[in-house]
């Protein structure tokens, strides 16, 4: 599904990511853990596209189409999706108005029919239930004066509506209290499927309690230094992240 | 205490940047000479309003019928008043009186509409809302590009009146549109709020000043505007509160979106404060579009035009949230959708008219001017700033 090859990202002329490498097949779930500093969010904002997030060298490829010659729109229409660690507030654009226009100009990309009002309303309906989102909050402007809980939600009944087909989740248990968590993992876990992938970007092993991984990577000093298990992630969460050399 | 109108039949009142209220708005630099005097001219009934019922007053080149006054009664009524401008290369004005008696309650729909290239419009509406009476006024100002035109109003108020106002603007090469309100206090509100969205070369003033003289009176004020191109957008608000006007509340508010490189916005929001335990705030801001809030849009799928379209329809749109009545906000909600996606001609010369020059003459440079108590232009960095005092 992803395959990334010796990626090398620059944020105003300041490298970060220096020579990653990764690969995650269909049907699977990768953690990247790292410190802080490490260009964990780096790697979600190249992948998907962030004007300013400089590629200086390697590849990124998504069902092996070049994912670095697409616009941010062209990629999300292919079935990328990043959940952002703090997902915008976008003052005068109800919820709802937000979710069809993406899912309409996403449909209108791959050239497929737009969701008529009726069938737009009936699967936002399902998929808000599911996250325990009241409809009334989907008429408010998206995100503004959410709670941190409400606004992961909002991503991930984002990602529900939108069906993609790789999922990049950065720092999606930030600012979650237990119960939040749980249902924003029970979100994520209801999209696993064999035709999907997804990278969870965390700091913290507590995400993965929920959210297992198939592979735990670590991102340090702006490479993948170790890859293993979901035992990789618990060692981790025991030793730290310094045998790594974090500010390599 | 009110300055002198303007009359483009006497070039003496003409303003020019050396008179403060007037820096950023330089008449007489455009107006070289009178312009010949519109002739008559009608129009079929209808306008931007017409779907939403209420009697007709249409002001044609600035000919309006002899006892032409525009008088509410009592609760619910609705008048569209429309200006037309229907004469190239010529010019018009006129003065209307608007009467909302004691306790009754207008809606007044009011459009200026610019059929016609190149003229000079001048109108001015003398409006009084008496106690406990409301007055809605809708401004939708569609001017052609090559135009100048003004328009003033004057508001009395008694005890207790609402007056609110929401303007919607697409400027002309210079266009005004100034409110004056005596504030009476005494339970009084007002509300001021307007929208400009410029594109080629268009000018557009929001000038207002609203004078407490009375305790407990309240002010709301809210204006959006969005630059394209090389378009200015000026905003004066001047809010004065005067001695002994005690627990008046006042707010006033000005932010602006530069979306072109060549753009300008001027603001001068002002609080004259003489009274005590009053509560008064302004904010202004310049900037460009939210470039965050773009990449998340497009990294859901939404084309990059797209997105600039929503968010700049959002951002304006603020300015529409707080007109109450819904048929009302609708209408202008698609004005003002229909200006975003197909920006208005930005230069007369697309008309291939020829007789403008002689009245108009001179290109609006848009030279900043200098000492600029709040101006940005060309570089659309966040600028300028709020106060708050108590």
Not at chain 1, 57 to 74: N, S, V, W
Not at chain 2, 252 to 259: E, K, P
Not at chain 2, 272 to 296: P, Q, R, S
Request: hydrophobic content about 40%; aromatic content about 4%.
């Amino acid at each position: 599904m992803l395959s990334i090859s010796n990626l090398s990202v620059s944020v105003g002329d300041k490298p970060i990511l220096k020579g990653l490498s990764l690969d995650v097949p269909s049907g699977e779930v990768h953690a990247v853990m790292g410190p802080n500093g490490a260009g964990k969010s780096t790697l979600g904002y190249t992948l998907a596209g962030r004007p300013g997030y400089e590629v200086t060298g390697g590849t990124a490829a998504m069902l092996g189409e070049d994912l670095l010659a697409l616009e941010p729109e062209e990629r999300a229409a292919r079935g990328l999706f990043l959940s952002f660690q703090y997902p915008l507030e976008i003052p005068g654009v109800p919820a709802l108005t937000f979710l069809r226009t993406a899912l309409n100009a996403q449909r209108r990309a791959r050239g497929e029919a737009e969701a008529t009002a009726p069938e737009f309303l009936k699967l936002v309906r399902a998929k808000a239930a599911e996250l325990r989102i009241d409809m009334e909050m989907l008429k408010r402007p998206l995100n503004v004066g959410f709670s941190g809980g409400e606004k992961k939600r909002m991503e991930v009944l984002q990602m529900a509506v939108l069906a993609p087909r790789l999922l990049i989740l950065d720092e999606t248990d930030s600012g979650l209290d237990i119960d939040a968590l749980k249902i924003v993992a029970d979100g994520v876990n209801a999209l696993r499927s064999p035709d999907r992938a997804m990278v969870v970007i965390t700091h913290y092993q507590r995400l993965l309690d929920y959210i297992r991984p198939d592979r735990v990577h670590v991102l340090a000093g702006g490479r993948i230094a170790a890859s293993g298990g979901p035992e990789l992630a618990l060692e981790l969460e025991a030793g730290g992240y310094d045998r790594y050399g974090a500010a390599a | 205490m009110t300055p002198a109108r303007l009359d483009i039949t006497q070039p003496e009142t003409w303003p020019n940047r050396r008179v403060e209220d007037w820096r950023w708005t330089d008449v007489a630099r455009v107006l070289r000479e009178a312009p010949p005097p519109s002739p008559q001219a009608s129009v079929e009934p209808g306008g931007p309003f017409a779907g939403l019922g209420g009697d007709e007053l249409a002001v044609v080149n600035g000919r309006a019928p002899a006892d032409a006054r525009i008088i509410a009664d009592g609760p619910g009524q609705v008048a569209r008043l429309r200006f037309v401008s229907a004469t190239d290369g010529t010019g018009h004005q006129a003065r209307i009186i608007i009467e909302v008696k004691p306790g009754a309650d207008l809606l007044l729909l009011e459009s200026q509409e610019g059929a016609a290239a190149g003229y000079v419009a001048n109108h001015i509406l003398d409006i009084d809302v008496g106690a406990g009476g409301r007055l809605t006024r809708i401004v939708l100002a569609a001017d052609a590009a090559d135009a100048l035109a003004f328009t003033r109003a004057d508001v009395t108020m008694g005890g207790h009146a609402a007056f609110a106002q929401t303007v919607l603007t697409t400027g002309a090469k210079l266009q005004r549109i100034e409110t004056r309100v005596s504030h009476p206090g005494k339970g009084a509100s007002v509300r001021l709020d307007g929208l400009y969205l410029l594109s080629g070369e268009r000018h557009a003033d929001a000038t207002s000043e609203v004078d407490h003289t009375g305790l407990d009176g309240q002010t709301s004020q809210l204006t959006k505007g969005v630059v394209r191109e090389r378009g200015r957008g000026v905003f004066q608000g001047r809010i004065i509160v005067r001695e002994g006007a005690d627990g008046t509340d006042a707010r006033m508010g000005h932010h602006a979106l530069i979306l072109g490189d060549r753009g300008e916005v001027d603001a001068k929001p002002e609080l004259e404060i003489y009274a005590d335990d009053v509560a008064c705030a302004h904010g202004n801001t310049v900037g460009a579009l939210d470039e965050m809030a773009l990449f998340y849009l497009r990294s859901r799928g939404v084309p990059e035009a797209e997105a600039r379209a929503l968010l700049t329809e959002a951002f304006l749109g603020e300015a529409l949230d707080r007109i109450e009545r819904e048929d009302v906000r609708e209408v202008c909600r698609a004005w003002l959708a229909e200006r975003l996606s197909s920006p208005p001609p930005s230069s007369g010369a697309e008309r291939g008219r020829g007789t403008t020059r002689r009245v108009v003459e001179g290109a609006a440079q848009s030279a900043a001017p200098d000492l600029a108590p709040s101006t940005a232009s060309r570089s659309p960095s966040p600028a300028g700033g709020g106060g708050e005092e108590r």
